[in-house]
């Protein structure tokens, strides 16, 4: 056998050859189907659907990660489990991308194509691109069943979509209204509050004088919108007010356009402590201002269009965009002496999510779900614990949140979504002066096909509503329209409820809450039984990945490497050349010990790497293993009726320890806790402490206890290739074929997940002061830099017999494990003259130095490594006790620099201790 392929493993582990191999053999096998009917209990969980426009990015990474660990855990243990997967047509998102791509190789927009062909032209795309998201996943390992893959548009959706609209308007749920709505000027489409992200700008506050009709009398209003006075029906004072009491019911004029407008009294809208106490009320541009005038029957004048350029209704300033129509309005305010003052002001601006667009308030017909009704049920089921959310930390946000929510504006003034399902006669809608349809004062026709005429004249000139619905409509249904709804499909009996979500808390308004309340409505249950909210992933430095900060992280890129132009701005220091090939169970592992709950994931690839080297650890071990096991096949006889020594009895012990430890943790949802548990355990208590105690009787004479030894770690690689297999799904794999007794048709995904057994305390209390006094030798070794193969003698001093007893019975582990010529053990007394020493619980060690190297210079380098150590602390200590330092860097630095300091000093108490005894 060649030293290439030792073991039956290659001398290195290469990833991506094995990666891809894998991957194409458990799909061909059909190991991530699903069945339909199953004895088996059910496991479920549906794939937040990504935007059919993207490519998986960091997030998505967890995501899948944590969803597939939690899959396959389920089937090998027995679950039949459903791993949906899904894409979305992403309504805005999709739209912009195509008409960019339009503009850009053909000089076009939408109009110019018109709907139908532009629609088309979408679909396309889809086509062309949609696939993306399926092979981004494989490379993931992710074991989505594809065979049942969907589309938020796709024929079975559209038809749940159609189905929920028709109902919630038979129930009195979804109406139409002319309603202040988010707007955005640039998509021209109608937002929700969720698609509104507010930012702090630096803006003006300006004061504005109306005069009092038929008096000298002005009063003094304070807007930030001054262009928007163009639209004022009223101002307002506080009726308790005794400044402006005998004002109220006169009228004022309205600057510039010299419109008379009532003073009117209103104690919600005014604060007469804030400012003068009077306020202009613009019911069609200011959502407080909207509710005013709905209080008062004001009429409501919209003075911008749908690009936010001033109409008609703002008289001489009208065609102006919105910023063009303000300096106008100051410079004329100022001319005629009706402007008081400018002064810098800090507003908050509404953005909008897609496109970044400042926001405006418009007045427009747009359909609505009624809210109110649906939250409360939400609301009661996470109460009564019929859906947990993990963290519950979030629980407090989510009841604020559904307790105060708003009815939910579902239409969008797109062409590429779900239009919506609503048709209007010709005969009997009324015309604008333009001749369109004024479809303000329609009557919709709801149906779940076209219509043959319109029910009140009988007509069949009928046209269809051309909005569409919201994007999160339809992903609101998808934890059952993916399993057949409306039809009453084995999918939908057998998998719903689902049995977790899995999402970022950034979706929780989004996403979550609409599925738990249409879910309930529709089906009568939860659409699942958990929902875990994972935390943000950002870089190492806890900030946000940005495109313009250059920090983005391309998962693709870390498992396959890229070449130098394509390393992210921000790594270009650390990887000049490019990044290097880390391999998905490298990503995967990180991803996973980083997912401790509640805290944000600041990703390096460091860590990365550094969970590559334990991929590579756990590669070496087995092919240490695989050598030296040769042709041995365990058989039938059980590992009890073996003839077991200390060691493999705590080995067992550990191994049974860290299953229970690993099904606790992920029953938890505890992934950081299950991922570093298997860790330590895998690097530590087996590469570190067994294998190596394994190497005496695997060498020796003895075939029984050699066959035995053999046995043991063929039965704890086994175990330790089934608990990481929903963690690292690749390597394990590999490993597990090679194993003696594996048939060649087998799959380890397929494979019985350990269940924890007996754990033999008794050993692993015996095994604790060995293992802990052969680390005290290796720490004195390294500390006094005595080569590593060098013999050393070792006194040992404790007054507990019964450890000295222990650590007698087993010197054949101490002695070769440390390394010692000598092994004495001691009651505890005087110190062995120039020794270096280690101080445990309970037992002392000490290494005497005399005659293993010059003491006079290992003096000197004490001295030195005690100055040089010194002298970090001192400039550590130096930033920390400067206040400006700690108020000014970032919190994680000086939280490192805190405990560089405390490290330093156990490290300078530990050389002053070793330069008193030489």
């Not at 407008?261 to 804030?274: K, R, S």
């Not at 019929?386 to 307790?403: A, C, E, K, L």
């Not at 130098?564 to 998905?584: D, I, M, T, Y």
């Not at 003096?859 to 100055?867: H, V, Y």
């Amino acid at each position: 056998m060649s030293d290439e392929n030792q073991g039956g493993l290659p001398k290195a582990y290469e990833p991506s050859e094995v990666e891809a191999r894998w991957y194409r053999r458990w799909e061909d096998a059909g190991c991530f189907k699903a069945e339909a009917t199953s004895s088996k209990p059910p496991y479920c969980i549906i794939l937040p659907p990504p935007n059919v426009t993207g490519s998986l990015h960091i997030g998505h990474a967890l995501t899948a990660t944590l969803e597939d660990i939690l899959i396959r855990w389920h089937r090998m243990r027995g679950f039949n489990t459903l791993w949906q997967p899904g894409v979305d047509h992403a309504g805005i998102a999709t739209q912009m991308v195509v008409e960019r791509e339009l503009r850009k190789t053909e000089g076009k927009s939408r109009h110019d194509l018109g709907r139908a062909e532009f629609v088309r032209r979408v679909w396309e795309w889809k086509e062309r691109y949609g696939a993306r998201i399926k092979v981004q996943h494989e490379a993931l390992g992710a074991s989505l069943d594809w065979s049942r893959e969907r589309f938020t548009m796709d024929p079975g959706s559209s038809r749940a979509v159609v189905e929920v609209f028709v109902r919630l308007y038979e129930e009195g749920l979804l109406y139409r209204a002319n309603r202040l709505i988010n707007w955005c000027p640039d998509c021209q489409t109608a937002l929700s509050d969720l698609e509104v992200e507010h930012e702090e700008r630096e803006g003006s506050i300006w004061e504005i004088r109306y005069r009092v009709k038929g008096q000298d009398r002005f009063l003094t209003v304070a807007t930030t919108r001054p262009e928007t006075m163009l639209g004022d029906t009223a101002v307002a004072v506080h009726p308790e007010d005794p400044r402006y009491r005998e004002l109220i019911g006169k009228t004022v004029i309205l600057p510039l356009l010299e419109r008379e407008i009532p003073v009117i009294a209103d104690a919600t809208l005014v604060d007469p402590e804030f400012g003068t106490g009077v306020v202009k009320v613009t019911p069609a541009h200011d959502f407080n201002d909207y509710q005013t005038g709905l209080r008062h029957g004001l009429p409501m004048i919209s003075i911008l269009d749908e690009a936010a350029r001033t109409n008609e209704a703002a008289g001489p300033y009208a065609g102006l965009d919105r910023f063009k129509a303000r300096e106008r309005v100051i410079e004329d305010l100022e001319e005629r002496g009706l402007l008081v003052s400018e002064k810098p002001h800090t507003l908050s601006i509404g953005l909008c999510q897609r496109s970044g667009t400042i926001v405006e308030p418009r007045l427009s017909p747009q359909w609505f779900v009624k809210i109110e009704p649906l939250a409360k049920p939400a609301i009661e089921a996470v109460e009564q614990g019929r859906t947990r959310i993990v963290p519950d930390t979030w629980n407090t946000t989510y009841f604020h949140w559904m307790r105060n929510i708003q009815d939910w504006c579902v239409s969008r003034q797109l062409w590429w979504g779900h239009q919506i399902p609503a048709w209007y006669c010709e005969a009997c809608t009324p015309r604008t002066r333009s001749g369109a349809l004024d479809l303000e004062k329609a009557t919709p026709i709801v149906a779940r096909t076209r219509p043959e005429s319109c029910p009140t004249c009988k007509g069949s000139a009928l046209g269809q509503d051309p909005d569409v619905l919201d994007t999160w409509f339809s992903s609101g249904l998808w934890p059952f329209s993916t399993l057949g709804w409306p039809e009453q499909t084995p999918e939908l009996e057998t998998f719903y409820p689902t049995s977790v979500l899995e999402t970022g808390h950034d979706i929780l308004f989004f996403w979550v809450a609409r599925m738990m309340m249409l879910g309930i409505h529709f089906m009568g249950d939860v659409p699942f039984r958990a929902v875990y909210l994972h935390a943000m992933v950002r870089d190492e430095k806890g900030e946000k990945m940005s495109k313009v900060k250059g920090n983005v992280i391309d998962p693709l890129d870390v498992i396959h490497g890229t070449d130098a132009e394509a390393v992210p701005r921000s790594l270009k220091n650390k990887f000049p050349q490019g990044l290097p090939a880390f391999g998905a169970d490298a990503l995967r592992y990180t991803l996973a010990a980083l997912a401790a709950q509640g805290r944000e994931i600041k990703l390096s690839l460091e860590r990365v790497n550094g969970y590559k080297a334990f991929t590579n650890k756990l590669w070496n071990a087995s092919r240490f293993l695989l050598l030296n096991v040769g042709d041995f096949h365990p058989g039938n006889r059980p590992l009890r009726d073996r003839p077991l020594t200390l060691a493999d009895r705590w080995i067992l012990s550990r191994t049974e320890r860290v299953t229970r430890e690993v099904h606790d943790a992920l029953g938890r949802y505890e992934f950081a806790e299950a991922a570093s548990a298997l860790y330590q355990f895998t690097w530590h208590a087996f590469c570190d402490w067994y294998i190596e105690l394994a190497k005496p009787p695997l060498q020796g004479t003895d075939s029984e206890r050699g066959d035995t030894t053999r046995a043991v770690l063929v039965h704890v690689l086994d175990r330790v290739l089934r608990l990481l297999h929903p963690f690292i799904p690749f390597i394990t794999e590999e490993i597990w074929h090679r194993l003696p007794g594996v048939p060649p048709d087998a799959f380890l995904m397929l494979a019985a997940y350990p269940q924890a057994g007996a754990e033999d305390p008794a050993a692993e209390a015996e095994m604790a002061p060995v293992i802990s006094v052969i680390e005290g030798i290796r720490n004195i070794r390294g500390e006094s830099n005595l080569p590593p193969l060098q013999r050393i003698r070792a006194v040992v001093q404790t007054d507990d017999a019964a450890l000295r007893a222990a650590l007698e019975r087993h010197r054949a582990y101490v002695e070769p494990l440390a390394g010692l010529s000598e092994l004495m053990l001691q009651p505890t007394g005087a110190p062995p003259p120039s020794s270096a020493s280690w101080v445990g619980q309970g037992v002392s060690v000490y290494v005497p130095l005399a005659g293993l190297l010059d003491l006079d210079e290992e003096r000197a380098r004490l001295r030195k490594e005690i100055a040089r150590v010194e002298s970090d602390l001192a400039a550590l200590r130096r930033k920390l006790d400067n206040p400006s330092f700690v108020a000014r860097a970032p919190a994680d630095v000086v939280e490192k620099d805190r405990a560089r300091v405390i490290e330093l000093e156990a490290r300078r108490a530990k050389l002053l201790d070793n330069l008193s005894r030489i």
